[in-house]
């Protein structure tokens, strides 16, 4: 397979798990079988359906995983309703990988770290979390706050039962948003949850979910005494092109695709208020 971010390549979707009602891993491979390319936590590639259209997702599998790529994508638009509908051994076209990642062996060893994701925002930091699993010498105490609407829209819930949960050094906190019957773990909003557990303000942070939830956790992140630069975002769907060109994720002197996908808040602080 030709190693060109800026020319699409043709993959096969060898497998497909339904994660929830509207949710669905692809596990993907080149046509000689291997993994496409490498990539670092955080990054994304371009899926596409020829006469269907394109779409930019984050890259949900771990670099430490050297057979394939995976890709868990919500059903919401054209392209993702054509890719719901498709069987293993169907052929896409692919190109990536695109963006910075998170800086998983730079700024992040050594700390302890605290992942907040809600609904299909824990799919980018899946990546991020099974590197840090898999390296988990290099850093310190880990702990992930998820939530969803409910128990059946939890994204990868049997990994996180037997695997995550289970880590040595990790703590799982999860959340749903409405009480149901054959759920006896903690009830309510993420951010509402996040300043219940109270966490040390000494981790380093990773979040990802709805802007209306990074929004209020951000402000009780600040209340509990966490600082915008211990706080790090990924704003993967502002991107469009992935290489500089369309212009849709320009924003002052920043380009979401070349300048990201991953930023920290005190980063975004100096982007026009629109943003």
Excluded at 144 to 151: E, L, T
Excluded at 218 to 243: D, H, P, S, V, W
Aim: hydrophobic share 35%.
């Amino acid at each position: 397979m030709r190693n060109d971010p800026l020319i699409p390549m043709v993959a096969v979707v060898t497998d497909i798990r339904t994660d929830t009602p509207d949710v669905k891993t692809f596990r993907v491979v080149g046509l000689d079988g291997r993994k496409p390319f490498p990539h670092v936590p955080g990054q994304c590639a371009m899926l596409s359906i020829p006469g269907v259209g394109e779409a930019l997702f984050s890259i949900t599998s771990s670099p430490t995983n050297p057979d394939y790529l995976e890709f868990s994508i919500k059903k919401c638009g054209c392209v993702t309703a054509w890719l719901h509908q498709i069987e293993p051994g169907q052929q896409v076209t692919l190109r990536g990988p695109y963006g910075n990642g998170f800086p998983v062996d730079t700024d992040f060893v050594g700390k302890d770290l605290l992942f907040i994701a809600g609904g299909i925002g824990l799919a980018p930091l899946r990546s991020v979390i099974n590197y840090v699993r898999h390296y988990r010498e290099r850093y310190g105490a880990v702990d992930i706050v998820y939530g969803a609407r409910s128990k059946a829209d939890l994204v990868d819930y049997p990994e996180i039962l037997d695997e995550w949960c289970h880590a040595p050094g990790v703590r799982v906190h999860l959340t749903i948003d409405n009480a149901q019957p054959d759920w006896g773990g903690h009830v309510g909003f993420v951010p509402n949850y996040v300043r219940e557990l109270g966490f040390d303000t000494g981790k380093t942070v990773v979040m990802c979910g709805p802007p209306v939830m990074i929004k209020f956790t951000l402000a009780g992140l600040q209340a509990l005494g966490f600082r915008q630069n211990q706080i790090y975002t990924t704003l993967e769907m502002r991107m469009k092109c992935g290489m500089g060109r369309c212009g849709r994720c320009n924003i002052g002197t920043k380009y979401v695709c070349k300048d990201g996908p991953v930023f920290r808040f005190d980063q975004l602080d100096t982007l026009p208020d629109e943003y």
